[in-house]
Nanobody, 121 residues
């Protein structure tokens, strides 16, 4: 599975961005997809995850501000981000798994290259 993120950029505090993650293909209809981010000097942080049935889970840090969704027909994952603040500045990654459910980064064997999000105050 190859994953390619897009949609990152620079935005002012309070602004919004929508990230996309295009997957090459899935050989199994049952899979999980997730968004992580990593800021300089910090560990990779899980943000949101969606399972094969479309049920999302969110980290507390983004609950109510970020929305994860998926278009299974075109194998694309999205992350709608609202009310962005400078603490959201990071490289954002999508990842996928056939076997392991939503959880830590080690559950996901397939990763994209990331897209940078920069939020200025």
């Amino acid at each position: 599975v190859q994953l390619v993120e897009s949609g990152g950029g620079s935005v002012q505090s309070g602004g919004s961005l929508t990230l996309s993650c295009a997957a090459s293909e899935f050989t199994n209809r049952h899979y999980y997809m997730t968004w992580f981010r990593q800021a300089p000097g910090k560990e990779r942080e899980g943000l949101a995850c969606i399972n094969a049935y479309g049920l999302p889970v969110y980290a507390e840090a983004v609950k109510g501000r970020f929305t994860i969704s998926r278009d299974s027909a075109i194998h694309t994952l999205y992350l709608q981000m609202n009310s962005l603040n400078p603490e959201d500045t990071a490289m954002y990654y999508c990842a996928a798994s056939y076997i392991f459910p939503c959880g830590p980064a080690t559950n996901f064997p397939y990763w994209g290259q990331g897209t940078q999000v920069t939020v200025s105050s």
